[in-house]
């Protein structure tokens, strides 16, 4: 059975492999061992502390089946820990003249740290042969987040993959950063994975950005998720994240905002007692989940339609979240994409 989990220091050279895939470059999961090793010390010791509000933690999930690893996915609690975390902003720049009778309204980008103060779902990676699962692994941090939400931001976005081709080059990238770099994209991706991109801001303009002024390459791929990211960005979309004020600095991927009090699984997931454990058949897609932090587990199930306070689960499904009777649990049903 394939469950998330908080990864561990055991799972080091699993999450190296996984960071250096072909697939899309991932943002904050960086290959490098070292860093990777920073990573998960980091996440242990959210998980064992107590908090009482957002601050440095980050934590890191991984999606395991028997020992082996097929995605990872994290939560930074507070986008801007250190310094100020930037994004291009969409806006429309309006030029008028009453003489000439001209009134145009224009796309432009706006360099932004709105997001700063925000929680942040970043690091999103599964293997394509577990790509049904993608909704067990991107959401399973909102349920760890609604039983856990003393350690979050009210507000919360999603950084997902630009298009790029097999090369790691970026359209916008080549349009936009490259001018004020001179430095491949691909490049400045690995070199600021997990860490801040607050040393953006010091080369990049601070006057808007006026779209029809990119190349055509650079406006067609501006808030368009990889191909690789296509199911976590619908994921995204079925819990109520909105996708267009944003786009990421690097790539133009989208950039996903939503608040916690908006989130479906947030909006829609309740605690069961679990009364007792027996073989249980349902036609609901479920994810199910305990409501320990440090030995988090969540999982992705069929239950009945309708749930009361008082549930049953497979004695099987019970072991695998280390809960056993008169245990609670946190449970919600899959909507749109999510639903089997």
Not at 184 to 210: H, T
Not at 307 to 318: M, Q
Request: proline share 6%; with cysteine; aromatic share 8%.
């Amino acid at each position: 059975m394939l469950i998330v989990r908080p990864g561990k220091l055991s799972d080091l050279d699993q999450l190296e492999r996984m960071a250096r895939s072909k697939g899309p470059i991932l943002h904050s999961l960086p290959p490098d061992r070292a860093r990777l090793q920073e990573l998960i010390l980091r996440s242990i010791d959210s998980l064992q502390n107590e908090i009482d509000y957002p601050g440095e933690e980050s934590y890191l999930f991984v999606l395991e089946e028997n020992g082996t690893l097929y995605g990872s996915a994290s939560i930074v609690a507070l986008a801007g820990q250190h310094e100020p975390f930037y994004a291009f902003r969409n806006e429309v720049v309006v030029h008028a003249s009453r003489e000439l009778h001209v009134n145009h309204r224009i796309h432009a980008l706006v360099m932004s740290h709105e997001l700063t103060s925000c929680t942040r779902l970043t690091g999103f990676y599964i293997e394509p042969e577990k790509a049904a699962y993608a909704d067990l692994l991107s959401r399973a941090r909102l349920l760890f987040i609604a039983q856990h939400r003393q350690r979050f931001c009210k507000d919360i976005f999603s950084v997902l993959p630009g298009i790029a081709d097999a090369e790691g080059n970026s359209p916008f990238w080549e349009s936009v950063g490259r001018k004020f770099t001179r430095r491949d994209f691909a490049e400045m991706e690995r070199e600021s994975a997990g860490r801040s991109r607050g040393f953006i801001a010091e080369v990049m303009p601070v006057d808007p950005l006026y779209v029809p002024l990119l190349s055509i390459d650079a406006q067609r791929v501006m808030g368009e998720p990889h191909p690789g990211s296509r199911l976590p960005y619908q994921s995204h979309l079925d819990e109520g994240f909105e996708p267009d004020r944003f786009i990421d600095i690097f790539d133009a991927g989208p950039i996903l905002t939503n608040t916690l009090d908006a989130c479906y699984s947030l909006r829609h997931s309740a605690l069961h007692h679990l009364a007792y454990t027996s073989d249980v058949h349902g036609t609901a897609s479920y994810l199910v989940c305990n409501t320990s932090a440090s030995e988090f587990r969540c999982i992705k199930t069929h239950l009945p339609k309708q749930l009361s306070h008082d549930i049953a689960l497979p004695t099987a499904l019970a072991a695998t979240l280390e809960v056993s009777t008169g245990s609670d649990v946190r449970c919600v049903k899959l909507n749109h994409s999510g639903a089997a």
